[in-house]
Each structure stands twice: as structure tokens, then as C-alpha cells.
């Protein structure tokens, strides 16, 4: 089976190279751009992505609009800032070639910040959202941020043996920018939907999931 790669992006010119190189496996990979201004798009390009441009309106959105331009049934998400590693790479050959797979899996990912692996305090495993699926088995609700997900089937979601990493922060500087935008998109989401309450996500030891967000 062929394979579709679709990466997220918007001024990322120093990820996406790391992050195209590591799917350099697939049979097409889409970068959905949001109009940088840097050379994103000038990058993916060089090697051999399909740019398209969608004008930011929520992670949501534009995660649905990603998926809708890949080509194959198989889709695999990856952010610019994460990268596949061959263990995951060979464990995604086999299952979309395996008449009897899942449709919709789940990808541990280790998080790595200043040059170390982030082991504890809920940054691993660190399930996100399914980042393999059959492309009519996900989809996502139209938010700002923190998007929301249908698995589309009666099986349930599988889940990976190997990993991929995310090399979210360069520094503390960009974690102080991300925290900022992303509170911000979150406080929108809130007053989109009519609520003035704290943001309902669970905490890191509720749910696996890292504080400030890895997403």
C-alpha cells in the first residue's frame, strides 16, 4: 500500500529539513503551509514535497484540510518538529501492508528538550492523536488548538511499539513564544464556545500528557 506523509507548518525553515529527511520512506508527502515568510516553502519544495498553502483558522481546520490533499488511503501526521525514527518507520511499512491492521494508531513520542530526553513527569510516552490511519478514519473538530478528534470505525485504535522524537523547544525562548500563542488560541476556543472556565484538559498525571503542551 502507498503511503501519504502530511507535515504542518508556518515558519519552520529550521525543522522541516530534519523532518522531511526522516520521511523520505513515503510515497508523497504534503506540507501544509500557512503562508510562511521565511523559506519554508522553499525547503519542502527542494525536497520534493507537494507545498500546500491554508490559511490558518485553528489546528483543526487545518489538520482536515492537510488530510484532504493527501493522495493514498494510509496517512501518516508528522509536525516539523518531530521526526520518524526507522523502528517507526519499519513498523508503519508493516502494518499498511497487512490486509488485517487497525485503522487508526497511536505513536509514543519522546519529547527532547536542550539535547535531553525528557523521561518523566508525563512527557513519555506522550499519546497525542492517531498519526497513522486509514484517510477516512480520522478526523478532527474545527478548534483553535488542543483539536479534537473522531476515530471513524468500529475498531479500536492500536497502538506503536516504536517511537518517534519531538525537538519542541530550541531553546527557552521558543518555549516562552509557543506557551504564549498557544494560551492565547486557547482562551479564543473557550470564548468560541461560550465558556469562561479554566481549560478542561486533563493533567499530566491523569491523562500522560505533559505540561506546558508538547502538541
Same mark, same amino acid.
Given at each position: ?58 489546528? $483543526? ?32 511499512? $508493516? ?19 536542550? $539535547? ?5 513527569? $508525563? ?93
Amino acid at each position: 500500500m502507498k503511503l501519504s506523509v502530511y507535515i504542518i507548518a508556518y515558519n519552520e525553515s529550521e525543522k522541516i529539513r530534519d523532518a522531511l529527511k526522516s520521511v523520505s520512506f513515503a510515497d508523497e508527502v504534503v506540507v501544509a503551509d500557512s503562508f510562511s515568510t521565511d523559506d519554508t516553502a522553499r525547503i519542502a519544495e527542494e525536497h520534493g514535497a507537494r507545498v500546500v498553502q491554508i490559511p490558518f483558522e485553528g489546528f $483543526g481546520k487545518l489538520r482536515n484540510d492537510a488530510i484532504a490533499a493527501c493522495s493514498h488511503d494510509w496517512i501518516f501526521s508528522l509536525d516539523s518538529d518531530e521526526r520518524c525514527t526507522e523502528a517507526a518507520q519499519n513498523e508503519i511499512s $508493516g502494518i499498511i501492508n497487512d490486509e488485517n491492521s487497525l485503522d487508526a494508531y497511536y505513536i509514543p513520542r519522546r519529547n527532547y528538550f536542550m $539535547g535531553r530526553w525528557i523521561r518523566h513527569a $508525563g512527557f513519555y510516552p506522550d499519546y497525542r492523536q492517531p498519526q497513522l490511519f486509514r484517510k477516512s478514519a480520522l478526523k478532527f473538530k474545527p478548534d483553535a488548538v488542543h483539536e479534537r478528534y473522531e476515530v471513524i470505525s468500529e475498531k479500536p485504535c492500536g497502538y506503536f511499539k516504536a517511537h518517534i522524537s519531538q525537538i519542541p523547544f530550541k531553546n527557552l525562548e521558543e518555549l516562552l513564544h509557543k506557551g504564549n500563542r498557544y494560551s492565547t488560541l486557547g482562551a479564543e476556543k473557550l470564548q468560541t464556545a461560550g465558556k469562561h472556565q479554566e481549560c478542561s484538559r486533563p493533567w499530566p498525571m491523569d491523562s500522560g500528557q505533559p505540561f506546558p503542551c508538547m502538541c
